[in-house]
């Protein structure tokens, strides 16, 4: 199983929001904000940024 920490835009979906999350195995990713699952065809490659292992809260939201 492959895991990495990713950030992803759901315009796809239903609004246009940034939210971190893990990627599993290329194929779905789980929401680090509401625990959901995704699949990645549905919120498109374009919209999935590959993060380095930092804070979520950081990385979305700044130092704020």
Known sequence: M????????TKNIDED?????????D???ICGCCGGTFEVDD????????????????AILGDD
Do not use: H, R, Y
Not at 17 to 25: E, N, P, R
């Open 2 to 9: 492959k895991c990495v920490q990713v950030k992803f835009n």
């Open 43 to 58: 919120i498109g490659k374009e919209n999935i940024a590959v993060l380095s292992w930092v804070n979520i809260s950081d």
């Open 27 to 29: 194929t779905e990713i």
């Open 17 to 25: 929001t940034w939210l971190g999350g893990i990627m599993v195995d």
